[in-house]
């Protein structure tokens, strides 16, 4: 157990629908990170927030977006969602005394299906 | 941008025989690692490398940060059914965020009891 939470475990919708993905850090991290995992792509980056900012972007579609809360769980907002958007979302977080060490702590993830 | 070649994609072992896989970068990096997906699961950290020739074992696991800082290799010995999962490769550079964490594409690997 890596001490990070996300919720809901697996999701299934329909296209053009808009689902959020839930993720609480372990205890005492204040930064959050999101990553989509599909067969063919690997693990890809999509977001990081740090104690409530947006720290780092990567490939974030325009349809994503996501938020740190003063209590640091974040949420990843999935909209107008394509077939293509099915995958595993992962959140990781990690603690201040790792920064640059790249030592992430990684939840179960999310499965999404899009019908 | 930059990507990471990992091979091989996928390996059938026996149990007992060592196991070998590497990660290659068009580009340089500070830092290497290696992480495990177990089935259902998220990625657990393996190994980190942060040095250019850094040689460094975790068990019955080695990994090796390549002198030019565009490689790395993780070798597995004496295999046992619970080394089958997906083992993934990073690499991440200095100044940037764990953010900027790019992950090769893994090595699925299964293990013939």
């Known amino acids: 157990d890596s001490g990070v939470t996300q919720t809901p475990k697996h999701l299934i919708t329909a296209t053009g629908q808009r689902v959020t993905l839930r993720c609480s850090p372990r205890?005492?991290?204040?930064?959050v990170y999101w990553y989509q995992q599909s067969l063919d792509q690997g693990l890809q980056f999509l977001i990081q927030y740090y104690n409530g900012e947006e720290r780092a972007k990567g490939n974030i579609l325009e349809r994503f977006s996501a938020q740190q809360f003063p209590d640091l769980h974040s949420e990843l907002n999935l909209s107008s969602l394509e077939l293509g958007d099915s995958a595993l979302y992962f959140c990781?977080?990690?603690?201040?005394?790792?920064?640059?060490?790249?030592?992430?702590?990684f939840g179960e993830g999310s499965r999404l299906t899009v019908l | 941008g930059q990507q990471l070649n990992q091979s091989p994609q996928s390996m059938f072992i026996q149990e007992g025989e060592d196991v070998s896989m590497n990660c290659t970068s068009s580009?340089?990096?500070?830092?290497w690692l290696w992480y495990k997906q177990d089935p259902g699961e998220g990625p657990v950290l393996l190994i980190a490398l942060y040095k250019a020739g850094e040689l460094t074992s975790n068990g019955r696991l080695t990994a090796q940060f390549g002198i030019t800082r565009k490689d790395s290799f993780l070798n597995i010995s004496a295999s046992i059914p619970s080394d089958v999962g997906i083992y993934f490769c990073a690499g991440q550079n200095y100044g940037g965020s764990q953010g900027n964490l790019i992950f090769g594409k893994g090595t699925k690997l299964s293990v013939k009891p």
């Open positions: 205890s005492g991290d204040l930064s």
């Open positions: 990781a977080s990690s603690p201040r005394t790792s920064v640059n060490t790249g030592e992430l702590f």
């Open positions: 580009s340089i990096f500070n830092t």
